[in-house]
């Protein structure tokens, strides 16, 4: 009889054992899964702020500008290591009505910036974006003047000219193009049309023409993948009609405007 008693005891001691230790290994699980929850949501927020801290970044380098007082950190090829000194010389703008294509430096003929003034006026009615071409020398620049001159906002993109820069392709992108336009185009754009090596052969006005044929064609393809997966090609003996309206195409998206 205490033999039965004893191996009973043995078993409800066994018993409240494996109960002790799953009740103890369900606690720690729980535990563990709080610390997990609480660590995931911590990691959250972390990233949230860190998006929140370079979206200001961001910001502030199309307001504060390098060179040219617009130029974000978008693409600014050759530079990177170069202090610039901001720049505001409201008095080399024009007076009157504002016009979206500015060479202070001469590098374009008055055919080119009417050709490019076409264009970028066609860009904008049929699209939104807004693109702006300063042409200039640094240090002889409107700088920062020409972000009020061109109510400079997220649809637009103010696309310095600019050789002393090391690359002449140096864009400030807005954010509401950030998110249609990949902003892998503007760094291979820059890398084609940019180079001292092009700009030194084809000339400055190449340059400029080239660049704003691409994103002309860029901004009007649907949206997709491929959307400006490539850099379109400009030569100058085509140029009459390189900025001729595309027959198709366009953004459909944040850009387009509602009449």
């Known amino acids: 009889m205490s033999l039965v008693k004893s191996g009973a005891s043995a078993r409800v001691g066994a018993n409240a054992r494996v109960l002790g230790s799953r009740s103890k290994f369900a606690a720690n699980a729980r535990c563990a899964r709080v ?47 170069a202090r610039l000194e901001g720049v505001n010389n409201p008095q080399l703008l024009p007076e009157g009505t504002p016009v979206p294509v500015l060479d202070v430096a001469g590098y374009l003929g008055k055919s080119d910036v009417a050709r490019l003034t076409k264009t970028v006026e066609s860009l904008e009615r049929d699209t939104g974006l807004k693109l702006r071409v300063l042409a200039q020398a640094y240090p002889q620049t409107p700088g920062l003047a020409v972000k009020e001159y061109w109510n400079v906002d997220d649809d637009t993109v103010v696309f310095v000219a600019d050789p002393g820069l090391g690359n002449i392709l140096n864009f400030s992108v807005g954010a509401n193009v950030d998110l ?31 660049a704003v044929n691409a994103v002309n064609q860029c901004a009007r393809e649907p949206q997709g993948r491929a959307k400006c997966s490539k850099i379109a090609e400009y030569d100058t003996e085509y140029k009459s009609t390189a900025f001729d309206e595309p027959k198709s195409g366009g953004l459909g998206g944040l850009f387009t405007k509602p009449f």
């Open 35 to 81: 610390r997990a929850t609480r660590f995931s949501r911590e990691a959250d927020e972390d990233h949230r702020g860190f998006s929140r801290f370079f979206s200001d970044v961001k910001r502030d380098a199309v307001a504060l500008s390098v060179a040219a007082g617009v130029v974000s950190s978008v693409v600014f090829v050759g530079v990177a290591e």
């Open 180 to 210: 249609e336009i990949p902003p892998s185009f503007w760094t291979r754009l820059a890398n084609k049309y940019g180079t001292k090596f092009y700009w030194s052969e084809k000339g400055e006005e190449a340059s400029i023409s080239a």
